[in-house]
């Protein structure tokens, strides 16, 4: 089951339906199926407090991703700070919609086992961000 809630924030408008499709069908690229994940939107602020609280970092983030994979089967909690994804996209030239979508997929391609922090594993999570955006868009048409 997939959950989507929020903390001090208006829930963003997207389809839910369509997202939920989308995730598991991205999760079963990597051989994965979709357990329990609960999406929590938050502001700036609440985000900051759980990365000090949970990880001990001292900084704003846009997404923050708790894995609680068992087997095959992802679970896990996401953070998504909303305002963080609003100057983001401002920052890069995108358009909101595309950047919170390539947020909301980061989180699951983190439990299906892709990192970012590594030598070259930015690339790598942009590139995998990029396919699974590509099979959203296929997915409208």
């Keep these: 089951m997939i959950t989507y809630n929020t903390d001090g924030v208006k829930m963003p ?3 839910k339906r369509k997202a ?5 069908a991205v ?8 357990g329990e994940i609960g999406y ?11 990365n000090r609280q949970y990880l001990g970092h001292d900084y ?5 991703t708790f894995d609680y994979d068992e087997g095959d089967t992802i679970n ?5 700070s909303l305002d963080t994804v609003r100057s983001n996209a401002e920052k890069f030239g995108k358009a909101y919609d ?22 070259g594993e930015r690339e790598i999570m942009e ?9 959203l868009a296929a997915m409208k048409e």
């Design 27 to 34: 999760a079963d690229t990597y051989g994965r199926k979709v």
């Design 76 to 80: 896990g909690d996401i953070v998504i």
């Design 60 to 64: 704003y983030t846009d997404i923050i």
């Design 13 to 15: 408008k997207f389809h």
């Design 40 to 50: 929590m939107f938050v502001d700036d602020e609440k985000i900051l407090d759980t």
């Design 20 to 24: 939920n499709k989308w995730i598991r």
């Design 127 to 135: 590139a995998n961000e990029n396919k699974a955006l590509a099979l």
């Design 98 to 119: 595309d950047e919170f979508h390539r947020v909301l997929i980061h989180g699951i391609l983190h439990l299906c086992g892709i990192n970012d922090k590594g030598p």
